[in-house]
């Protein structure tokens, strides 16, 4: 990924990211509007979302979630992390880890407040509750696999 060495704790994150986000998908009712494997057009306005490889999506990935936030954590937090700056943003993971610090548990505890959050404040987005939790379910799974 661009000469950076890679931890290798990332291959299992990206592949469990990129099980989770899907493929393309034009949703009038998701406020990051045209996505491919989790890549919102709303973030990335010069991408061309609808043809995005996932060698691509891998390389937005790793500059823009993953290096800002997990590099510096053990795992599992690392992976905790990772996956909530793509699902709930960078900024919402940075707050994560400060309140939490490598406590990935915590993480996960704290990622599905939010998410309760959002639905409070936004009923809409209610047909994606099951979804985060079954995220979450599936990343509490993985974290003890490793």
Known sequence: ???CEVRES???AIDFVLAHEGGYSLDSSDPGGE?????????YPNEDIAGMTVGRAKEIY?????SPIADALPSPA???AFDAAVNQGLGFARKM???CGADADAMLFYRLKKYSAIVAARPTSLKYL???MNRII?????????
């Open 138 to 146: 599936a990343l509490h799974d993985k974290m003890k696999e490793a």
């Open 130 to 132: 099951r979804g985060w």
């Open 35 to 43: 996505t491919n494997f989790g890549i919102c057009k709303r973030s």
């Open 62 to 66: 790793f500059a823009d979630y993953w």
């Open 78 to 80: 690392d992976f905790v």
């Open 1 to 3: 990924m661009g000469g």
């Open 97 to 99: 880890v400060a309140d």
């Open 10 to 12: 990332f291959p299992t």
